[in-house]
C-alpha cells in the first residue's frame, strides 16, 4: 500500500488516526518526508509518503542523490522529440504589454523580481514582502521549483523559462514533472484542466522508485518465507 499527500498531513490529528487502525489491522507502516529531487526528478517537490505492508517490516527507497535540474528535462535533445503542431507545447498565453515588460525585465537564468526598476513593480508586489519567487525565472542548472497548476502563469510562482521572455509550456512543465515527452494528455480538456493534472501528478519517476522498493519488499519476503 502506498499514500502520498501534502507534508503538513503529518501533524492532522486523522492521519494519526488513520496510522493507529492500519496498526491494528495488521499492517507495518512507515512514513517519511521525501523530496522527489532525490530521486532524479529535476524539482524541489516534498511530500508525506506512507507504505504498508501486511508482510513485513517495509521501508522508504535509498535516495538516489543524483541531481537533475532544468537543463537535464528541457535540453535540446528531449525538446527535438517533440512532435510537430504539440498542443502541449505550442500553445502560449497571450501577456499584456505590463506583464510583457516585467518579464522582458527579469534577469535570465534565475533572476527574480527584486531586480525589477520600481515601474516596474505590481502595486500589489508594493504592499507584501514576501512570494519572492513570482515572476522568477528557473535556473538551468538547479532542480526547478514546485511546479502546480499555476505552472504556465508567471503571477504563480518561479515558471518563466531560463532565457526565452515566456513562461513555461505545459509540455516543458510536464517535463519538469518527469512525464515522458510522448505522454499524450486529452486535448479535449481545458489548457486549465491540463495544468491540473500536470501540477497535481506525483512525479512519475519518484513513483517508479517508490514502486521498485515496494517489489523487492515482496520479492525479499516472500523468498525468505518459502
Not at 1 to 17: A, C, F, G, H, T
Not at 122 to 137: A, E, Q, S, T
Not at 138 to 151: L, Q, Y
Not at 212 to 226: D, F, K, P, S, V
Request: net charge positive; proline share 6%.
Amino acid at each position: 500500500m502506498l499514500l502520498e499527500n501534502v507534508p503538513r498531513l503529518v501533524d492532522y490529528m486523522r492521519y494519526s488516526i488513520f496510522k493507529t487502525t492500519l496498526i491494528e489491522y495488521g499492517y507495518n507502516i512507515s512514513d517519511k518526508i521525501l523530496d522527489v529531487q532525490d530521486y532524479k526528478v529535476p524539482q524541489r517537490r516534498k511530500r508525506l509518503v506512507l507504505i504498508a505492508s501486511r508482510i513485513g517490516d517495509i521501508a522508504h527507497p535509498s535516495p538516489v542523490y543524483e541531481k537533475m535540474t532544468v537543463r537535464n528535462a528541457l535540453s535540446q535533445a528531449v525538446l527535438s522529440k517533440i512532435k510537430p503542431n504539440d498542443f502541449l507545447h505550442d500553445t502560449g498565453k497571450i501577456r499584456s504589454s505590463k506583464v510583457m515588460q516585467i518579464i522582458k525585465a527579469i534577469p535570465k537564468n534565475g533572476g527574480s523580481r527584486n531586480a525589477l526598476p520600481q515601474d516596474l513593480v505590481l502595486n500589489c508586489h508594493k504592499k507584501i514582502d514576501g512570494f519572492r519567487d513570482v515572476y522568477g525565472r528557473m535556473k538551468w542548472d538547479e532542480p526547478a521549483p514546485t511546479i502546480t497548476s499555476g505552472c504556465t502563469n508567471p503571477s504563480k510562482g518561479r515558471f518563466i523559462h531560463p532565457d526565452e521572455d515566456r513562461a513555461i509550456t505545459l509540455r516543458e512543465a510536464a517535463l519538469l514533472q518527469t512525464f515522458p515527452v510522448s505522454y499524450k494528455f486529452n486535448v479535449a480538456n481545458s489548457q486549465q484542466a491540463i495544468a491540473e493534472m500536470i501540477g497535481n501528478a506525483l512525479p512519475p519517476a519518484f513513483a517508479k522508485y517508490q514502486a521498485l522498493a515496494i517489489r523487492q519488499h515482496l520479492i525479499t519476503t516472500i523468498i525468505h518465507h518459502t
